[in-house]
């Protein structure tokens, strides 16, 4: 195979990085060619089944992928330059933009972070409600994922039937946050506000009928010849090839690994709530469905429990140097006031110290590594996004693949690009 | 299991272990750079440590210059504090390793101190090959040249790119003209830029 032909399918000169890493890598075709049947496809970055602003260059023999190269960071914003002038408040909002199909998880990772660097903890009710939010964030994000993941296998219907399901959950963080969306909802030490019985009961209501919807869906898919024939066995990824390269999340679990933080290093009240670690070590794309699926099936059963075990106090912990305080308090109070002025001004001000934590979202090991110099607003704050990570490890799933499969691997890895490119 | 860790590193490390310290139950050990890969690799074989996954690698950039230490707000003791970080002031870039142990469930944090003049460590994706992306960003974004990397090539911002953003000298608005956009007068012929 003739390098200048390569060349002329990227059409351009000089050849550009990319390009020159998918011929460097080892991609040097040994066999005769003399139907020329290599050739460099380009995937995205605006493409459906991508997810986002990923792009794949793929390098082909015939329908056989020989190697992929992903490229991210069509969706770089700097976060993390951003942060290092925004005080620790300021940055929540921007927490939201990460993995953008499940912001309580982010918002709870990272308001969790600066709790350890400051020492403090919040109150046992806003634990409860942060779980609920994140457990609530995994549904939506796996719900999404769901539908989507079907879609790119050409089983449309179930795309209704999941957003459908998604939207009673954005109906209540609507209530619980006062967005659907962006919910911001997580201050440092607490939450901006507590659940009241309305949102309680509407949430009790949705994870009521969610199983039986669930089961609904699962029953398009789970006996369908045709999905079944196109997750089976493709996008392998070997237990230790899933460890070697970082992954983690229902990626790492389809791997066979029981790799789950929320058991492992336990955060929050997660300890007191019962609920098993799903893995399946088929390794291959049907086996991280079912991981999700089943994963939907656990956050039911915590969120149900959290709902039963919730005690009634304050939502915000007692520190007045960190915590901000009530909006009403600041108009009545004196204390309250200056405490809000300094907080606003100059930041909460933690000790000089480095932490990391890290939270299992609905992709993987969420955490934030954060550099703190004393003053009131991170001196560096690092993004570890599971996202970015399991894209990496797509060359090694895609390798020796039909092109009709990418899409199919692409789908059960579930890469945000708000996140892998922060 | 932190007092474990570190016996074991100063046994089998005795030059190569700078410093440690231990924060909100947090290891971190500093390790010279030039050791840092034969640590690696201790720590991920040890049968009783099995620190097999990497979960994040990063750099910091440590620059401090007067005007950006600014009025002392509350009493804090600022100018001590603050050298605790450094570690050694001469050494302007910090390379960081967060592992753990998917057996032990442990963590531990290693770091490595560059100058400024040579920002060069050794790479640990031999070690940990999912560190090859992590390396590329932190190169992407402080400059920081891993030695060996298989393939060291910006990874978020373009390649015409010759500036490192998260450096704590390059300003926030960015530098003008820096990064051309498609269909300006200074955008880059067709071909010079990354998407061609």
Redesign the interface.
């Known amino acids: 195979m003739s390098e200048q032909k390569l060349t002329a399918a ?5 050849r ?4 020159q ?1 998918l011929l ?2 080892d991609t040097m075709l040994e066999f005769d060619d003399p139907l020329g049947s290599d050739m460099v496809l380009n995937m995205g970055p605006q493409h459906p089944a991508t997810h986002g602003v990923l792009r794949l260059l793929i390098r082909l023999d015939g329908e056989t992928v020989v190697r992929a190269i992903p490229d ?2 069509y969706l ?1 914003r ?1 976060y ?3 942060a ?2 925004c005080s620790y408040h300021e940055f929540i909002p921007h927490t939201d933009r990460l993995d953008y199909l499940s912001p309580i998880s982010n918002n709870v990772a990272y308001v969790l972070a600066v709790e ?2 400051l ?1 403090i903890e919040a109150p046992p009710r806003a634990q409860y409600i942060r779980v609920i939010g994140a457990e609530l964030s995994r549904l939506a994000s796996h719900l999404v994922w769901f539908g989507s993941m079907a879609m790119d296998v050409g089983a449309l219907t179930l795309l209704l039937w999941t957003f459908r399901e998604r939207e009673k959950i954005q109906d209540i963080w609507d209530i619980l946050t006062g967005v659907r969306f962006t919910t911001s909802y997580t201050r440092i030490g607490g939450l901006a506000q507590d659940m009241s019985d309305e949102c309680a009961q509407m949430t009790k209501e949705f994870i009521d009928q969610l199983p039986k919807n669930l089961d609904e869906c699962e029953s398009l898919l789970n006996k369908n010849r045709i999905f079944i024939g196109r997750c089976d066995g493709i996008g392998i990824l070997s237990k230790e090839d899933a ?5 983690s999340g229902p990626v790492l679990r389809g791997s066979g ?1 029981a ?1 789950d933080i929320r058991r ?2 336990p955060y929050l009240v997660y300890p007191e709530l019962d609920f098993d670690v799903i893995t399946f070590d088929g390794c291959d794309s049907l086996s991280r469905y079912y991981v999700r699926l089943n994963e939907m099936r656990e956050s039911i059963k915590i969120i149900r429990q959290a709902l039963e075990k919730m005690p009634k106090g304050p939502v915000s912990a007692q520190e007045p140097k960190r915590v901000l305080p009530k909006k009403e308090r600041i108009y009545t109070k004196m204390e309250e006031l200056i405490h809000d002025f300094m907080l606003i001004n ?1 930041g909460i ?1 933690p ?6 934590h ?1 939270i299992e979202s609905s992709k993987g ?1 969420l ?1 934030f ?1 954060i ?1 703190s ?4 607003h991170p ?2 704050l ?1 993004i ?1 996004s599971p996202s ?2 399991n894209i ?2 797509l060359p090694i799933m895609l390798k020796g693949g039909m092109i009709s499969d990418i899409v199919a691997i692409i789908g059960s890895v579930d890469p945000v690009m708000g996140e892998a ?2 | 299991m932190n007092e474990m860790i570190l016996a074991k590193l100063a046994g089998n490390f005795k030059d190569a272990i700078l410093s440690s310290n231990e924060f909100r139950g947090e290891l971190t050990v500093v390790v010279k750079k030039e050791e840092i890969v034969p640590v690696c690799r201790f720590l991920r074989d040890d049968p009783e440590l099995k620190f097999d996954l990497l979960s994040d690698l990063c750099g910091a950039d440590m620059l401090v210059s007067e005007m950006d230490r600014g009025p002392e707000v509350f009493d804090h003791d600022y100018e001590n504090d603050f050298t605790k970080i450094l570690e050694q002031p001469q050494s302007r870039f910090q390379v960081i390793y967060n592992i753990c142990s998917l057996e032990k469930k442990t963590r531990l944090r290693l770091k490595v101190l560059l100058t400024e003049s040579e920002p060069h460590v050794e790479t640990v994706t031999s070690v940990w090959p999912g560190a090859e992306w992590l390396e590329r960003e932190t190169f992407d974004m402080l400059g920081i040249i891993f030695d060996g990397h298989p393939d060291l090539r910006r990874i978020y911002m373009a390649d015409s790119f010759e500036y490192f953003p998260l450096r704590k000298d390059f300003p926030l608005m960015g530098i003008p003209g820096s990064l051309p956009l498609p269909g300006t007068a200074a955008a880059p012929q067709e071909g010079e830029n990354r998407h061609e």
């Open positions: 990227g059409g351009s000169e000089p550009s990085a990319l390009l890493a460097d890598k991210v960071g770089h700097g993390e330059k951003l290092e002038s350890k660097l020492g460890i070697a390269m970082s992954a690994v790799r492992d290093e100059f001000n000790p000089v110290g480095e932490v990391y890290a090991e955490g590594y550099i110099d004393g003053r009131g001196w560096r690092k570890r970015f990570m990496q490890a490119d922060k």
